[in-house]
């Protein structure tokens, strides 16, 4: 069955949110699910997702951070206003990432979801004028709409390759932290 790994080693979303987290992208799953086909599961990770191209893998990292910019300099900046980034939409490996900055878990999930929307519909901005969790503005008073829910019932079933070395960045980037190392970033 395929899977979402949220991806969180630096341990920035509390236990509790992620509760809230996983059991609002089940929701959104569940109510994007084709009938007789497996729904997809959502899950937070701490050892090595391996992904398939029917999976999904989203990195949640610190506001103003990004793993994106690791594997694609000219990606946008995670400080240019947006509260995370997939990229490229095109048939390259792609990232996703949502920059934590302390959202609600519900707000978060809804996050995580408008990415995973970039990443398995494969469009960049012009995806914005679909509505609801695709707007630009994703927030708590946004909810997923018919149109979300119709687009993304066939992209869940369509293969995206994902570009996973983000993992051993960030576990880099933990060992420092745990470590005491406060000036190591290996993030852009």
Same mark, same amino acid.
């Given at each position: 069955?395929?899977?979402v790994?949220?991806?969180?080693?630096?341990?920035k979303?509390?236990?509790?949110?992620?509760?809230v987290v996983?059991?609002?992208?089940?929701?959104?799953?569940?109510?994007c699910a084709?009938?007789?086909?497996p729904?997809m599961?959502?899950?937070w990770?701490?050892?090595?997702?391996?992904?398939s191209g029917?999976d999904?893998l989203?990195?949640?990292?610190?506001?103003?951070?990004?793993?994106?910019?690791?594997?694609?300099?000219?990606?946008?900046?995670?400080i240019?206003?947006?509260?995370?980034?997939?990229?490229?939409?095109?048939? +390259?490996?792609?990232?996703?990432?949502?920059?934590?900055?302390?959202?609600?878990?519900e707000?978060?999930?809804?996050l995580?979801?408008?990415?995973?929307?970039?990443?398995?519909?494969?469009?960049?901005?012009?995806?914005?004028?679909i509505?609801?969790?695709?707007?630009?503005?994703v927030g708590?008073?946004?909810?997923?709409t018919?149109?979300?829910?119709?687009?993304?019932?066939?992209?869940?079933? +369509?293969?995206?390759? +994902?570009?996973?070395?983000?993992?051993?960045?960030?576990?880099?980037?933990?060992?420092?932290?745990?470590?005491g190392?406060?000036?190591?970033?290996?993030?852009?």
């Amino acid at each position: 069955m395929p899977e979402v790994y949220i991806y969180d080693i630096l341990e920035k979303v509390s236990a509790s949110d992620k509760a809230v987290v996983t059991r609002n992208l089940n929701d959104y799953l569940s109510r994007c699910a084709t009938k007789g086909v497996p729904v997809m599961r959502a899950w937070w990770w701490s050892w090595d997702p391996d992904p398939s191209g029917l999976d999904i893998l989203v990195y949640v990292v610190p506001f103003g951070k990004s793993v994106v910019r690791k594997r694609y300099i000219k990606a946008p900046s995670p400080i240019s206003g947006h509260d995370g980034l997939t990229y490229p939409t095109n048939n +390259q490996p792609t990232i996703s990432e949502v920059y934590y900055s302390g959202q609600d878990p519900e707000t978060l999930a809804k996050l995580i979801f408008h990415e995973m929307m970039h990443m398995k519909l494969r469009m960049g901005n012009e995806m914005h004028s679909i509505g609801g969790l695709a707007s630009a503005s994703v927030g708590p008073d946004t909810d997923l709409t018919k149109p979300n829910i119709e687009r993304m019932r066939p992209a869940l079933r +369509q293969s995206v390759q +994902q570009w996973t070395d983000g993992i051993e960045i960030l576990r880099q980037q933990k060992a420092a932290i745990d470590a005491g190392d406060t000036l190591t970033d290996v993030l852009e």
